[in-house]
């Protein structure tokens, strides 16, 4: 499938409005705010178990195909934020996994032609996670607390260094930390290895940021030291 060809376009295309026409809907109080949040964990959650059953039942498990990649992560936590909302999950979430699995629709790196069900699965995985996030913010009206931004990359990078240890010792590439993908995508703009990594931080970084703005406590409540605030300004 061509990257921004006409399937790829209509299924960025349908993430979108299921994120916005979801999120817009709870926040209306037109669905059950909090069952459509439950709805969303436990399908996300049963389309990854899906998903490890058929492809460990023909590849196996081995160290260069466990669920260690960032979106993979990503996703658990946009499932335990889907059914617990704490707080510091719905952070992570909507942090890493914006930016992670926006990144991952956008330059889909797949591995198996379209329409076959590796692809498909891709794309519900890495748009289910969006939607999730947009009806945990938006639409659920879940609180965010005062340095949020900074917790959520703070998690992000010790992840990755844990992930950095693991390549180390057993020679993996997880997050492409030791090479990048073979489709094109944005670490091909950054530079070579490891220029990049440092790079893709500080675009993660930026992404955040940008992230944040829509969310981002009023001057009055930071300067009062509240911490905790609705994230209101979008989709009211």
Not at 46 to 57: H, I, M, P, T, V
Not at 150 to 155: G, N
């Amino acid at each position: 499938m061509p990257v921004f060809g006409w399937t790829h376009g209509l299924l960025l295309a349908g993430t979108a409005v299921a994120a916005v026409g979801l999120a817009w809907l709870c926040r209306l109080k037109r669905l059950w705010r909090r069952g459509v949040r439950l709805a969303l964990g436990c399908g996300l959650a049963a389309n990854e178990l899906a998903w490890w059953g058929f492809r460990y039942s023909h590849e196996g498990v081995h160290l260069t195909n466990l669920p260690f990649q960032l979106c993979d992560v990503t996703l658990w936590v946009s499932i335990v934020a889907c059914l617990t909302a704490i707080p510091v999950a719905i952070e992570f979430a909507y942090f890493a996994g914006l930016a992670g699995a926006g990144m991952a629709l956008l330059t889909p790196d797949l591995w198996s032609p379209w329409p076959s069900y590796p692809a498909l699965y891709f794309f519900a995985a890495h748009g289910g996670i969006v939607v999730a996030c947009a009806v945990l913010v938006f639409g659920d009206g879940r609180p965010f607390r005062a340095g949020a931004i900074r917790r959520a990359f703070a998690l992000l990078m010790g992840y990755a260094a844990a992930v950095g240890a693991f390549n180390a010792v057993f020679r993996t590439n997880y997050m492409y930390l030791c090479s990048r993908p073979q489709n094109p995508s944005l670490l091909d703009w950054l530079g070579p290895w490891p220029v990049y990594l440092g790079g893709g931080a500080l675009v993660g970084l930026a992404l955040f940021w940008l992230l944040w703005l829509p969310v981002r406590p009023p001057r009055s409540t930071e300067l009062a030291g509240e911490g905790v605030y609705p994230a209101r300004r979008i989709l009211k």
